[in-house]
């Protein structure tokens, strides 16, 4: 199995899995994917039903054009239960929390494989998620980001992490392994998602608007969220400027008149044009569609 292409996925928004009425308006939030929680929202008691109502979930989201995910348990005998219930037709991915090696994932995987050859699915439709919580995970984040092509994208999961650490959710704990999330993601040609703050912290939209705008420049290609009003900012921040589309089409353009000339450089805007430029000129132009 080759690894597909990366997905465009700017804003995944959590809904807890056993709340109907949240479940039922999720497609209308405007994210580009919906991941519904089986795990740290839904309370013990309400599993069961969360998962009986998993298939009939998906398909509605995924009805509406949205990527329909869903966040297993990490435990063995619950993510068993959990595979089973999600893995139907519309799921584009299992989100899989706390990996912190890659056994489990290519495990995971494999099991995903079975489902889909038992219930008539195309082979390879349904990614993983990776949510990186622990610092032990740190150490083999190269390992995990490429322990299988089923895996699509990448991400710390800030709370569970900084708790990890006995620390908080702040830019001095958050910063390095984020970093070192973006930096395993890039390597292995995986989404990279994430920001240096608190998923949970939607009190001041515009700080948060900022932070996604600065995880777009550090290299972050979209975000995991738990509110509907971080998902505009989210579509907003990692979707390139009109005035950023401009300059690559320019870069570009250019890139090809010098390649017809022999020339390896060129200038654009009075600044130096090379390779690396080009490629990021290129980045821009499909993160435009």
Do not use: C
Request: aromatic content about 6%; hydrophobic content about 50%; charged content about 25%.
């Amino acid at each position: 199995m080759t690894r597909p292409s990366p997905p465009r996925w700017r804003s995944l928004l959590f809904v807890p899995a056993h709340v109907e009425r949240f479940v039922a308006r999720a497609h209308e939030r405007g994210a580009d994917g919906v991941i519904l929680d089986l795990e740290d929202a839904v309370p013990p008691a309400e599993k069961e039903g969360a998962r009986a109502r998993l298939a009939a979930s998906v398909a509605g989201i995924a009805r509406a054009g949205t990527a329909a995910m869903v966040r297993v348990n990490h435990g063995l005998r619950a993510i068993g239960r959990d595979l089973e219930a999600a893995v139907h037709p519309g799921l584009a991915a299992i989100v899989l929390p706390k990996v912190e090696e890659p056994g489990f994932v290519r495990e995971v995987a494999e099991a995903v494989g079975e489902l889909e050859a038992e219930r008539g699915l195309p082979a390879g439709g349904v990614r993983l998620v990776l949510q990186v919580e622990t610092p032990g995970a740190l150490f083999g984040l190269p390992a995990i980001a490429g322990a299988h092509p089923r895996v699509a994208a990448m991400t710390l999961g800030p709370e569970d992490y900084s708790a990890a650490m006995g620390g908080v959710p702040e830019e001095d704990v958050l910063f390095a392994p984020n970093y070192a999330v973006l930096l395993a993601a890039r390597a292995a040609g995986i989404l990279p998602l994430g920001f240096v703050g608190s998923i949970g912290d939607f009190s001041d939209i515009p700080a948060f608007a900022e932070r996604a705008r600065r995880a777009r420049r550090m290299g972050f290609r979209g975000a995991l969220v738990v509110h509907p009003s971080q998902v505009g900012p989210l579509n907003e921040a990692f979707a390139p400027t009109a005035e950023e589309t401009a300059w690559a089409r320019r870069v570009v353009e250019g890139d090809r008149a010098a390649r017809a000339e022999g020339r390896g450089a060129f200038q654009v805007d009075g600044r130096m044009v090379d390779l690396p430029v080009v490629r990021r000129a290129e980045e821009i132009l499909a993160l435009a569609g």
